[in-house]
């Protein structure tokens, strides 16, 4: 099925609302961790690409339905971190989270990005999330135990984008 999906980089006042509405329609992130998603939109609105922050929104119909955040990791030579890639829970299963991970993988590509590393919770609710890391081509790097709170461990997935074809996104 192919999605009609416009996808931005432009970062607009209003995202900030999105970010939230996004995080908080997945049920998965804490108050706090919602919040924290949101200061990152607030970093960018305040000091461009300064705040070390990349944004790719997706919308449908000038909605935003999903978003990815991603940026460079402090002290090394094209290693990134994503941050964030949240879409509304309503339209998951449907590519967008893909889509959003390959635009964002192109755009590190051409940057000449060596690695991308994605975190996320080891969690039974999270067991979709690390499959469709999986899926996209990371693998499991890291398992830090107990990292985010007692039995909540912290899994790193990385993919080496030198030895990836990330110039074509798949029609979804």
């Given at each position: 099925?192919?999605?009609?999906?416009?996808?931005?980089?432009?970062?607009?006042?209003?995202?900030?609302?999105?970010?939230?509405?996004?995080?908080?329609?997945?049920?998965?992130?804490?108050?706090?961790?919602?919040?924290?998603?949101?200061?990152?939109?607030?970093?960018?609105?305040?000091?461009?690409?300064?705040?070390?922050?990349?944004?790719?929104?997706?919308e449908?119909?000038?909605?935003?339905?999903?978003?990815?955040?991603?940026?460079l990791?402090?002290?090394?030579?094209?290693?990134?971190?994503?941050?964030?890639?949240?879409?509304?829970?309503?339209?998951?299963?449907a590519?967008?989270?893909?889509?959003?991970?390959?635009?964002?993988?192109?755009?590190?590509?051409?940057?000449?990005?060596?690695?991308?590393?994605?975190?996320?919770?080891?969690?039974?609710?999270y067991a979709?999330?690390?499959?469709?890391?999986?899926?996209?081509?990371?693998?499991?790097?890291?398992?830090m135990?107990?990292?985010?709170?007692?039995?909540?461990?912290?899994?790193?997935?990385?993919?080496d984008?030198?030895?990836?074809?990330?110039?074509?996104?798949?029609?979804?």
């Amino acid at each position: 099925m192919r999605l009609d999906l416009m996808i931005r980089a432009e970062v607009r006042r209003e995202d900030r609302d999105a970010v939230r509405r996004l995080a908080e329609s997945t049920k998965f992130f804490r108050p706090d961790e919602v919040d924290v998603a949101v200061e990152l939109v607030d970093a960018f609105l305040a000091t461009g690409e300064a705040s070390g922050y990349e944004f790719l929104f997706a919308e449908q119909n000038g909605h935003v339905v999903g978003y990815i955040c991603y940026g460079l990791i402090g002290c090394t030579l094209g290693s990134y971190d994503v941050y964030w890639i949240v879409v509304d829970q309503q339209s998951q299963g449907a590519g967008i989270g893909r889509r959003l991970l390959q635009q964002a993988e192109q755009d590190l590509a051409s940057r000449n990005a060596r690695l991308v590393y994605i975190e996320t919770s080891n969690k039974p609710q999270y067991a979709p999330t690390r499959q469709f890391y999986l899926r996209c081509g990371y693998q499991i790097a890291a398992v830090m135990a107990d990292f985010y709170d007692d039995g909540d461990d912290k899994v790193v997935l990385v993919r080496d984008l030198r030895n990836s074809n990330t110039s074509s996104v798949s029609a979804i």
